[in-house]
């Protein structure tokens, strides 16, 4: 039925895998679409009281795909795309990013709660679909990140703001830099960091309590929540985000960076960007002390 992720139903809960474990999951236009029908689809789902969304393999997900050039249809019955926007203008970027967005504003916008199970790296956009869940349930060892933010934009959706706070935020916006699972949940990011090997039973755990619970009570109850946040301009403030990434697309480092990738590949343009920082990690307890590498020294 999907392409790019995996779909199932079982004991009261919806799981939607991210599954392009060879890419490290990372978020095609078409994964984002399959994932926003799968979760309407849990939604309307009787049998469905929470959805698990996680990723295959090695990590919950990379980021969004630089490498790929999809484009999904807006209607599955246009497969036209000859006459369609590109990215000529920034009117097309804005458009173009608010089509993804609208895919995964899903999460947020579903009746049912859904639950973010995450484990190893989640990168860049692997953030924004785990912060547009209820709640999040991180490995300890996961890392977690924003380095796009270095040179090729914004964040096209900004719940960290209200998961994290504003210091924090900017502190690894601004850097790019990486935080462990346990250092997510201590911050807010997570609601709770538990060990790798627990991190399955721990969701699962929960979703089995929201089993009990009658998904209409679980739906009132959710909403209530998303409807405080949105007035506390949560809701404008993903559709600011997108603008605000389209101006940072104008900047130079992003031009250099898109030209760079052509001259030398993706793999090397990223290397040569996140060389800098080192092991490019941020500590959130104690100083931060480095070597001549940029590496932070342990205690």
Avoid at 7 to 13: A, D, I, P, S, T
Avoid at 89 to 110: G, H, K, N, P, T
Avoid at 155 to 173: D, F
Avoid at 242 to 263: I, L, M, P, T, Y
């Amino acid at each position: 039925m999907f392409e790019e992720i995996l779909y199932e139903v079982e004991n009261g809960r919806a799981r939607i895998t991210l599954n392009r474990p060879d890419k490290l999951n990372a978020l095609t236009l078409n994964m984002q679409a399959e994932m926003s029908e799968a979760l309407w689809q849990a939604d309307n789902d009787r049998a469905v009281h929470c959805v698990i969304i996680k990723g295959a393999g090695r990590g919950f997900s990379a980021g969004y795909d630089l490498a790929g050039s999809d484009s999904v249809p807006i209607s599955r019955l246009d497969a036209d795309t000859s006459n369609k926007r590109g990215g000529r203008s920034v009117d097309d970027d804005i458009w173009q990013l608010e089509r993804a967005q609208r895919y995964r504003m899903a999460i947020f916008d579903m009746h049912k709660p859904a639950i973010a199970q995450v484990h190893g790296p989640c990168v860049a956009g692997g953030t924004d679909i785990a912060l547009l869940c209820d709640m999040v349930i991180i490995a300890d060892d996961a890392m977690v990140s924003f380095p796009a933010g270095r040179n090729l934009g914004a964040l096209p959706n900004q719940m960290w703001l209200y998961n994290v706070g504003p210091q924090w935020t900017k502190r690894l916006m601004l850097t790019g830099d990486s935080i462990t699972g346990t250092e997510a949940a201590q911050l807010g990011f997570a609601m709770k960091a538990v060990p790798a090997d627990m991190l399955e039973a721990e969701v699962e755990g929960l979703a089995d309590r929201m089993a009990h619970i009658d998904a209409d009570i679980l739906a009132a109850n959710k909403r209530a929540v998303n409807l405080g946040m949105e007035l506390m301009g949560a809701r404008t403030m993903q559709r600011l985000a997108v603008e605000n990434d389209v101006r940072g697309h104008q900047a130079a480092s992003a031009h250099a960076f898109v030209k760079r990738v052509g001259e030398a590949g993706l793999r090397d343009a990223l290397r040569e960007r996140d060389a800098p920082f080192g092991d490019g990690r941020a500590r959130v307890n104690g100083p931060e002390v480095r070597d001549t590498e940029g590496n932070l020294i342990e205690d």
